[in-house]
């Protein structure tokens, strides 16, 4: 089988029952929804992903392969609900990260050379997050890439407010709006920068 | 440039996480030597071409601290940048090795990434 | 300062000390039938400086293992009896500084190296619950 040209999607009940990944048009932005993921070679591509609450959002960057990806999961452990687990994979840390890595390197990225970055885990106000959604979120994360041996790169978790992420795949850039304010986490790599 | 790096810890466990966040942070080392104590590490700074210097500061035998006072005493090992990864928080510890040349100072308990920036931060200067 | 002010920052110490290193956060209590026939493992050292005493540490077996494991990032089958002894001599040497660190912050202490403590004691200080397991630690001044 070729490998996928275009980016690939994570997860839809459509997909699965599909039995794979499906290839989308190329497109410029490409939105990520709760329980998904995208991962793209596109150089034109730029990811995003909404109103991160609790939820954590795992971004990734390759600058040398020019892989990007941006996973949006929602709970930490998937053993509650296994068989939700089966059918959407990204909506938990334990079955979603392992998940979505391995399909940056389905496009060529290299561990060793992934950019990482953390965003999300609020405590949203109003929510009455008595179990710490956001927290267990997080530390969810940071264990299960610490065990395959992933550093993290970038952090910005916690707080009250929701998050809005974008990376854009060329560069790595990423930018995150919170309280009505927009600011780069990771400014885009020095070798891309060379290359534009 | 690659960099031999001594990691001087009387935990093995904790030798092997602080390996791991050396090798994950792609940190440019050729050899990674370990000693135990103090003693251990003073044996290997006398014969290995160590560039950085990792060290706990309660252990068996000769210290941490011990050891940087010894090493403050030699010319070459004086050079040498030498960080302090410790339980010992306290004000008077950190004076009192800052004060003997380290370099650097985490205290544990610490999340991987810290010790990671601190590493880039030693090893720029090294 | 007495021990039972010490030992009013066994809780925030451990917690400290398993969420950085450990990924482990507190929770609801498991239940302790779970580890009905476990041995337990206990790890103690002493501590020297403006303060006298001794600290320790235990926990079911199965729960240091699966310690051991997140600390290390190992899958726990790979560790060995030996490995997961360090790791918890290493834990109760650093919940141990860290309440110190939190009980004198300008003087420095002494710590011995952790040793097994067999049989394990009875000793009672603060207990760590979490969905998977449970920690004790304790503290005593001479």
Known sequence: ?196 | ?126 | MSVEQISATLQTAMTEVLESMCFILPGEPVDMATFAGEPWMEHTLTFHGPEEGRFGIRAPRPVAVRIASDFLGEDPVDLSEQQVGEVMNELANMVCGNVLGHCYHDHAFALTSPTVMHPVSQEEGAQFDWEEGVLVAWVKTY
């Open chain 2, 1 to 126: 440039m690659t960099r031999n790096v001594l990691i001087v810890d009387d935990s093995p466990a904790m030798r092997k996480v602080i390996r791991k966040v050396l090798m994950l942070s792609n940190f440019e080392t050729q050899e990674c030597f370990e000693a135990n104590d103090g003693v251990e590490a003073l044996d290997i700074l006398r014969i290995e071409p160590v560039d950085v210097v990792l060290t706990d500061i309660n252990m068996p035998r000769m210290t941490g601290e011990e050891l940087l006072e010894q090493m403050s005493q030699d010319d070459i090992l004086s050079q040498l940048p030498v960080m302090v990864i410790s339980t010992d928080r306290s004000e008077e510890r950190v004076r009192r090795m800052n004060a003997l040349g380290a370099k650097g100072y985490v205290t544990k308990p610490f999340a991987p990434e810290t010790l990671g920036v601190a590493l880039n931060e030693l090893f720029v200067e090294a």
């Open chain 1, 1 to 196: 089988m070729l490998p996928p040209a275009g980016p690939i999607r994570g997860v839809n009940d459509l997909e699965i029952l599909l039995g794979g990944i499906v290839t989308l048009i190329s497109r410029s932005l490409m939105t990520v929804g709760i329980s998904d993921c995208v991962v793209t070679a596109d150089p034109q591509g730029v990811l995003a992903t909404h109103a991160l609450g609790s939820c954590i959002a795992v971004v990734i960057h390759d600058p040398v392969a020019g892989v990007a990806g941006l996973l949006h999961f929602m709970l930490p452990d998937s053993s509650t609900d296994p068989e939700r687990a089966r059918s959407k994979p990204f909506m938990f840390a334990d079955s979603g990260i392992p998940a979505f890595f391995r399909m940056s390197y389905e496009l060529g990225a290299s561990k060793q050379r992934l950019k990482v970055s953390l965003i999300g885990g609020a405590q949203v106000l109003g929510s009455n997050d008595v179990f710490q959604i956001g927290k267990r979120n997080h530390v969810a994360a940071r264990k299960i890439l610490w065990k395959a041996g992933v550093m993290v790169h970038h952090e910005e978790v916690g707080g009250d407010e929701p998050r809005t992420v974008h990376i854009d795949a060329s560069s790595g850039r990423v930018v995150i709006s919170h309280g009505g304010k927009e600011r780069e986490l990771v400014p885009a790599t020095e070798e891309r920068k060379r290359n534009v």
